[in-house]
């Protein structure tokens, strides 16, 4: 009878300890999926090919550039994810918010100015869905979805692409336009550039930007600010997103502006300028926020650095577009 119940005990502990082994891997499982799908969507994307494309159709390599980052947004967008694991992100997500708004300046200079005659003339209906349809908010996930949006941005964008073809909408590659363009990457950027230069934590106040601004007749206002630790790498990974599309946006200008800028001797500085955006892009095991007299760096400072030259040099190709 002992013997038996000896058995029974045993068969139990054997039955337990495989429920428990089960439970076990079934949770490492869980944990390397999660690890794995992370790993994938953390992945920053490649550099843009456009080919096939007529250099002769002024606009067409502006509008596939946009295209293809609403295409990348669109097919994997992060911001608004709540279930998948890639909720545990926040790097990638803040590097795709940075390419969106680069696509939301692009596409409303494209309706305002660069598709129209006169800003008097009938905005193009095809560029305005566009414009409309990237309004939405990057962070819905239903009713309707952000990507949801992304692609029907895309779907007006390719009929003003056809429409280019056909002659049935316009695109304008005056020196006008494109200062006009490159005054909103400059005050973009000017945005970002301050997010990266508040990163230190000896650096408690600025003066306001309106402040500094030429001719102002106002007094500088000093600013209190206070970035926490835990947003310094969103601002890190929202910078290199701005800096990765505008220098893809710059790539389709240079083809689609060629004659403008080789009339203003300006195809030498918008080369550096894009040089500059590519080397924002590099890959800190961890973004440190370190101190001056730190053995550690400051990677929002060493962005910053080379960010700003971007900056300028942006500055000083509109001068050389303005310029007669």
């Given at each position: 009878?002992?013997?038996?119940?000896?058995?029974?005990?045993?068969?139990?502990?054997?039955?337990?300890?495989?429920y428990?082994?089960?439970?076990?891997?079934l949770?490492?499982?869980?944990?390397?999926?999660?690890?794995?799908?992370?790993?994938?969507?953390?992945?920053?994307?490649?550099?843009?090919?456009?080919?096939?494309?007529?250099?002769?159709?002024?606009?067409?390599?502006?509008?596939?550039?946009?295209?293809?980052?609403?295409?990348?947004?669109?097919?994997?967008?992060?911001?608004?994810?709540?279930?998948?694991?890639?909720?545990?992100?926040?790097?990638?997500?803040?590097?795709?918010?940075?390419?969106?708004e680069?696509?939301r300046?692009?596409?409303?200079?494209?309706?305002?100015?660069?598709?129209?005659?006169?800003?008097?003339?009938?905005?193009?209906?095809?560029?305005?869905?566009?414009?409309?349809?990237?309004?939405?908010?990057?962070?819905?996930?239903?009713?309707?979805?952000?990507?949801?949006?992304?692609?029907?941005?895309?779907?007006?964008?390719?009929?003003?692409?056809?429409?280019?073809?056909?002659?049935?909408?316009?695109?304008?590659?005056?020196?006008?336009?494109?200062?006009?363009?490159?005054?909103?990457?400059?005050?973009?950027?000017?945005?970002?550039?301050?997010?990266?230069?508040?990163?230190?934590?000896?650096?408690?106040?600025?003066?306001?930007?309106?402040?500094?601004?030429?001719?102002?007749t106002?007094?500088?206002?000093?600013?209190?600010?206070?970035?926490?630790?835990?947003?310094?790498?969103?601002?890190?990974?929202?910078?290199?997103?701005?800096?990765?599309?505008?220098?893809?946006s710059?790539?389709?200008?240079?083809?689609?502006?060629?004659?403008?800028?080789?009339?203003?001797?300006?195809?030498?500085?918008?080369?550096?300028?894009?040089?500059?955006?590519?080397?924002?892009?590099?890959?800190?095991?961890?973004?440190?926020?370190?101190?001056p007299?730190?053995?550690?760096?400051?990677?929002?400072?060493?962005?910053?650095?080379?960010?700003?030259?971007?900056?300028?040099?942006?500055?000083?190709?509109?001068?050389?577009?303005?310029?007669?």
């Amino acid at each position: 009878m002992v013997l038996k119940d000896n058995l029974k005990i045993s068969s139990q502990e054997k039955g337990t300890r495989r429920y428990k082994g089960f439970i076990l891997i079934l949770f490492i499982a869980l944990i390397v999926f999660v690890i794995v799908v992370m790993a994938i969507n953390s992945t920053r994307p490649a550099a843009i090919q456009l080919t096939g494309l007529d250099r002769k159709v002024k606009g067409a390599h502006f509008t596939k550039i946009n295209q293809a980052l609403l295409k990348q947004m669109s097919d994997n967008w992060l911001p608004n994810d709540i279930f998948w694991p890639t909720i545990f992100l926040d790097n990638m997500p803040n590097f795709q918010i940075g390419e969106l708004e680069v696509v939301r300046y692009n596409i409303r200079v494209l309706r305002d100015n660069l598709s129209r005659m006169r800003t008097t003339d009938k905005l193009d209906p095809y560029a305005e869905v566009a414009f409309t349809a990237l309004s939405n908010d990057p962070f819905k996930w239903w009713f309707p979805s952000a990507e949801s949006k992304w692609k029907v941005g895309h779907e007006n964008l390719e009929l003003y692409y056809r429409n280019l073809l056909s002659n049935k909408s316009y695109f304008y590659p005056r020196a006008d336009n494109l200062v006009e363009l490159l005054s909103q990457y400059a005050s973009l950027m000017g945005g970002v550039n301050t997010r990266l230069l508040n990163a230190p934590r000896d650096i408690k106040e600025i003066l306001s930007i309106e402040g500094l601004k030429k001719g102002s007749t106002d007094s500088p206002r000093v600013i209190e600010i206070d970035i926490p630790w835990y947003r310094v790498d969103d601002n890190f990974y929202y910078a290199q997103g701005v800096a990765y599309a505008l220098n893809e946006s710059l790539k389709a200008i240079k083809i689609d502006f060629l004659d403008i800028l080789i009339d203003k001797n300006s195809v030498q500085l918008l080369d550096k300028i894009m040089e500059n955006l590519r080397r924002c892009h590099f890959e800190p095991l961890i973004v440190f926020n370190g101190d001056p007299d730190s053995i550690f760096a400051n990677h929002s400072l060493n962005l910053s650095g080379v960010f700003n030259d971007a900056r300028l040099k942006i500055d000083s190709l509109i001068v050389a577009l303005m310029q007669g």
